[in-house]
């Protein structure tokens, strides 16, 4: 079974803070992907960034980074210096890769509502 | 380029009603996804498409829920006699190939409401 676990219902913040978005994620498949999505409120979700289970390497991309952590099972991600318009609803997902498993399919956690203040 | 379109945006049904949702994915991608959105929840999968073939819809919560793409482009999820828990966002995402791994590209989905 893939579950995926974002404790962190919302979250405010003041512009120009650095604010961490925690995801925490299950699976007992050998090989998956792990995603994080940006959904503003037009609705649209918006890819962000995509990790394999084999690549551990933190990823940094302009103010955004990401670190996995596969001993913790864990794909947290960073902002920084946030600005307003950081302001959306933010998914972790996963897909799986064992046999069984549907092509693509995405899990999705319940998704963190970030609001940044200016 | 376009992305991924679908219509209407928003939709409201009366109890009992038939309804249809569109989703025209991007140019040439293999694959084809449905999501179910609850208020305040992450999406839920219903369905997926490779092409024309529906290689699974085991998120497809009940009968009364039907999806097609007959050509292998555009596809539509329809809901038979809608009930008020069928009330919430339908996203549509499509991603170039059949794979693990490949980047879905979502539409911005229809919003049911059913009354």
């Known amino acids: 079974a893939q579950k995926v676990t974002q404790a962190q219902t919302e979250i405010s913040v003041v512009e120009k803070e650095d604010v961490t978005l925690d995801c925490v994620y299950e699976t007992r498949d050998t090989t998956y992907y792990l995603f994080w999505y940006k959904q503003p409120p037009s609705g649209e979700l918006v890819f962000l960034i995509r990790r394999n289970s084999f690549d551990e390497q933190n990823e940094i991309s302009g103010r955004y980074s990401w670190n996995f952590q596969k001993s913790t099972s864990s794909f947290n991600f960073t902002i920084t210096a946030s600005q307003v318009v950081d302001s959306a609803v933010y998914f972790c997902a996963l897909s799986g890769t064992d046999r069984g498993s549907t092509l693509g399919r995405l899990y999705f956690g319940r998704g963190t509502q970030l609001t940044v203040w200016p | 380029g376009a992305g991924v379109s679908q219509s209407p945006r928003y939709k409201v049904a009366k109890r009992g009603q038939d309804v249809a949702l569109r989703c025209d994915p991007i140019?040439?991608?293999?694959?084809l996804f449905w999501y179910q959105q609850a208020l305040g929840q992450g999406p839920e999968f219903l369905t997926y498409?490779?092409?024309?073939?529906?290689?699974?819809k085991s998120g497809l919560p009940s009968d009364r829920f039907f999806a097609e793409r007959p050509e292998g482009s555009v596809s539509t999820l329809k809901i038979q006699r809608t009930q008020q828990e069928d009330s919430a966002v339908y996203l549509c995402?499509?991603?170039?190939?059949?794979?693990?791994?490949?980047?879905?590209?979502f539409g911005p989905g229809t919003r049911l409401t059913v009354t």
């Open positions: 140019s040439g991608h293999v694959s």
């Open positions: 995402a499509s991603s170039l190939a059949s794979g693990y791994g490949y980047e879905q590209y």
């Open positions: 498409f490779q092409n024309e073939a529906q290689l699974d």
